[in-house]
């Protein structure tokens, strides 16, 4: 596939997708989440959109996570981490159809890269398709030196269906994760706490909050973790995160209701007493 070929499936998707939204070059933020200097269009590169996607993300804005991975993509059709990056966001977002289409596309590029074969198994998983997911996540870890997103995609297809072999999973991931460990710590904080084990999910996202403290995502499923358990903390946690994230309305209303439970809570202590 060459660039233009490359931008005409851009400009479809962006028509699906982004005919509501505008790339706004002033809120390309930095890792303290301030915007830094613009640089000119002619020296923006894959590398540039690819950072900004990532902080867009452990931002909690999906959206314009997969926004940059897509003008990544723009620029050079050949960069692996847009397309798997892409694929990935709109996972978050919860187009796992969307997903794997796109999954596909990729490995048309790349055949047999365990990385994409890993984020079909998901978009598969989580579409309801756990024999495809399983089978696309088995060529995955069969390919050498395999990935910290390759084990937790297995851990997740796992976790579909309670296997407690998922956990091990998890821990391969970041036995093998090197300067990722905070990322891969954060996805299996996640991951966990998407499966209800709450306690185990603590264990990760307090130590994801450590080494990413600027990460409103993180800040965020650590707090409803802690709502979950009946943690008196969750509030100040989830505070955190909109004072990272101001206008997220995952985290909103997460404290809206942890607030709504401690109004209740109070009351009906008081109710008791009497």
């Known amino acids: 596939m060459d660039a233009l070929v490359a931008k005409g499936l851009y400009k479809v998707f962006r028509m699906k997708r982004f005919d509501h939204l505008e790339f706004d070059n002033t809120r390309q933020p930095t890792q303290n989440g301030t915007a830094p200097p613009i640089p000119d269009e002619s020296i923006r590169s894959e590398a540039y959109f690819h950072k900004a996607a990532v902080i867009y993300w452990l931002a909690g804005d999906f959206e314009l996570a997969l926004r940059n991975y897509s003008r990544a993509l723009e620029i050079n059709s050949a960069f692996l981490e847009g397309?798997?990056?892409?694929?990935?966001?709109?996972?978050?977002?919860?187009?796992?159809?969307?997903?794997?289409l796109w999954a596909d596309k990729a490995l048309k590029l790349f055949p047999e890269?365990?990385?994409?074969?890993?984020?079909?198994a998901v978009a598969c998983a989580y579409d309801g398709k756990f024999e495809q997911a399983m089978a696309y996540s088995d060529q995955s870890i069969s390919k050498e030196d395999i990935s910290s997103r390759a084990w937790l995609a297995r851990a997740?297809?796992?976790?579909?269906?309670?296997?407690?072999?998922?956990?091990t999973c998890l821990s391969n991931a970041i036995g093998v994760a090197g300067e990722l460990a905070p990322i891969v710590r954060l996805e299996a904080g996640r991951l966990l706490a998407r499966s209800e084990n709450y306690y185990a999910a603590l264990e990760y996202l307090n130590s994801a909050v450590r080494l990413l403290s600027k990460s409103a995502l993180a800040w965020y499923e650590l707090g409803c973790c802690q709502a979950k358990l009946g943690r008196p903390e969750a509030a100040v946690t989830l505070k955190q995160a909109l004072k990272l994230h101001?206008?997220?309305?995952?985290?909103?209303?997460?404290?809206?209701?942890?607030?709504?439970?401690?109004?209740l809570s109070r009351l009906f202590s008081k109710l008791f007493r009497k």
Do not use: C, R
């Open 113 to 120: 890269n365990a990385e994409l074969l890993a984020a079909k």
């Open 246 to 263: 101001s206008d997220w309305t995952p985290a909103i209303e997460a404290l809206k209701g942890v607030q709504t439970q401690g109004f």
């Open 83 to 100: 397309w798997v990056g892409q694929v990935h966001m709109l996972i978050e977002l919860g187009e796992y159809p969307e997903a794997a």
């Open 156 to 167: 997740q297809v796992l976790m579909s269906k309670k296997s407690q072999i998922a956990e």
